[in-house]
Nanobody, 119 residues
Framework: QVQLVESGGGQVQAGGSLRLSCAAS????????MGWYRQAPGKEREWAAL???????NYADSVKGRFTISRDNAKNTVYLQMNSLKPEDTAVYYC?????????????WGQGTLVTVSS
């Protein structure tokens, strides 16, 4: 089994910063992409950022220039540095990854961490 555990959520005022972490554990041979999604109250889950195993990144327009995704392959951990936060960034943030376990490719989700940005 492969698990993702997020941490780092919390409450912050508009303009502030937070750093989310997501650590993968289990019988992992390697991890391909890792990414972050978010789901605001009353809205559908949306993709926010992605990083490949080689470090290529991509961002949703709504977070581009404010959020930075990075990863530590040795620790099987992905980070999301969130700066210049806005109230509309309030959401539950979910980590997502494609892990290779033996001969299987597994899409795994974390349990989510709540980010609240107050005005």
């Amino acid at each position: 089994q492969v698990q993702l555990v997020e941490s780092g959520g919390g409450q912050v005022q508009a303009g502030g910063s937070l750093r989310l972490s997501c650590a993968a554990s289990g019988s992992i041979s390697s991890i391909n992409y890792m990414g972050w999604y978010r789901q605001a109250p009353g809205k559908e889950r949306e993709w926010a950022a992605l990083i490949t195993s080689r470090g290529s990144t991509n961002y949703a327009d709504s977070v581009k220039g404010r959020f930075t995704i990075s990863r530590d392959n040795a620790k099987n951990t992905v980070y999301l540095q969130m700066n210049s936060l806005k109230p509309e960034d309030t959401a539950v943030y979910y980590c997502n990854a494609e892990a290779v376990a033996g001969y299987r490719y597994l899409e795994v989700w974390g349990q989510g961490t709540l980010v609240t940005v107050s005005s």
